[in-house]
Each structure stands twice: as structure tokens, then as C-alpha cells.
């Protein structure tokens, strides 16, 4: 009698890697090039993770979403709902974590024909800088300031950093202006 085939599930087919496509690149427009990580925040006794994806020109938040887990349909997730909101950009860049290197996850870029890929070199934090920076800026100015005790108390307080970071706040490399002005006045 012969065996049934075997499904292997999509989280377990091989991962996929792409260039970096950023080095030497002007970046002259919102929606041109995309930048998506995931960082821990501490919460309570734990932590939880924080995905968010920036758009380059502006430094603009273009979406982001706190989990108890990572996983790459969270990541998928979130860039949908990006792309939702505020279109499609032309490079997505992220590290090579297994999230953004699953086929959950770079299938559904694949499904973008306008979309390219592109990945920081192996241990380059410095190919997403954009993005760490963003990271030590809400950590700094927020979470490690004002320490949650669960999940809901966190969210709150992203929720307001987030409106904060992209509604007020002067970036410096913006010449003080708003990224959210920066994002929407030149899209």
C-alpha cells in the first residue's frame, strides 16, 4: 500500500534571503523605500515585541503592532496593513530574521509585482539604521521612562508615542519639521 504524501508545513520549507538594495541609493520620496524590524520591550516581569515598518524620506511610522509573540504572519500583518493605508513602496528593507525570511512572509511580498526585496548583510544593524534609531528613541523617551505592567498599559503608551513621534515631534534630520507633514506633503 503506498504512504500518504507529506505536508510539510510553509513555516518549515527553506528560507529565503535578498540583497541589500539600498547602499548608494538617494532616497528622494515617501513611499520609496520602507524599513520594517521587530525589537523587545519589557513589560511587567516579561517582555513583548514591537514590530514597526518607517518610511525612509520622512521617518514617518507607517504601521506597527505589538505581540506576546513573533511571528511571520504577524509581520505579514502589519506590512498589509501599511500598504493598506498608505500604498505600496518600492523596496521593503528588514534584517534576515526568520520572520522576514519565511515564506509566510517573503511570498506575500512576492505577491507585490512593483514591490522589491532587500535585506541587511548578515550582523549589519548599520544596513537598518533608520529603524534602530527609532528604537532607541521610543525606548528612551518612553518605555524606559514610564515601565508598564502588562500588555494593555504598553499599548497605551506606544499608541501615544507613536502619535507623538509622527504628529509632533521635530526630527532632526528633517530640519525640525514632522515626519507626518514630510510624509504627507510630498506623497
Known amino acids: 500500500m503506498p504512504l500518504a504524501p507529506v505536508q510539510i508545513p510553509v513555516d518549515l520549507i527553506r528560507e529565503s534571503i535578498y540583497s541589500y538594495l539600498l547602499r548608494g541609493m538617494k532616497i528622494t520620496r515617501p513611499n520609496q523605500v520602507w524599513a520594517m524590524d521587530?525589537?523587545?520591550v519589557p513589560v511587567g516581569n516579561g517582555h513583548m515585541y514591537l514590530v514597526a515598518i518607517i518610511d525612509l524620506y520622512s521617518r514617518y511610522i507607517v504601521a506597527w503592532s505589538l505581540s506576546n509573540t513573533m511571528t511571520a504572519k504577524?509581520?505579514?500583518e502589519c506590512l498589509d496593513a501599511a500598504i493598506?493605508?498608505?500604498g505600496e513602496p518600492e523596496i521593503l528593507?528588514?534584517?534576515q530574521g526568520s520572520q522576514f525570511t519565511s515564506p509566510v512572509f517573503t511570498q506575500y511580498v512576492g505577491t507585490y509585482k512593483n514591490l522589491k526585496f532587500s535585506m541587511d548583510g548578515k550582523g549589519?544593524?548599520?544596513d537598518n539604521i533608520f529603524i534602530e534609531r527609532f528604537w532607541r528613541s521610543i525606548k528612551y523617551e518612553k518605555i524606559y521612562l514610564e515601565p508598564s505592567e502588562d500588555g494593555i498599559e504598553l499599548y497605551g503608551k506606544i499608541k501615544d508615542y507613536m502619535a507623538f513621534y509622527n504628529?509632533?515631534?521635530g526630527h532632526q534630520s528633517l530640519g525640525?519639521?514632522?515626519p507626518e507633514r514630510v510624509f504627507k506633503s510630498a506623497a
Open 38 to 40: 521587530i525589537t523587545y
Open 74 to 76: 504577524w509581520c505579514k
Open 84 to 86: 493598506l493605508t498608505h
Open 93 to 95: 528593507n528588514t534584517d
Open 124 to 126: 549589519r544593524a548599520i
Open 167 to 169: 504628529a509632533e515631534r
Open 176 to 178: 525640525y519639521k514632522i
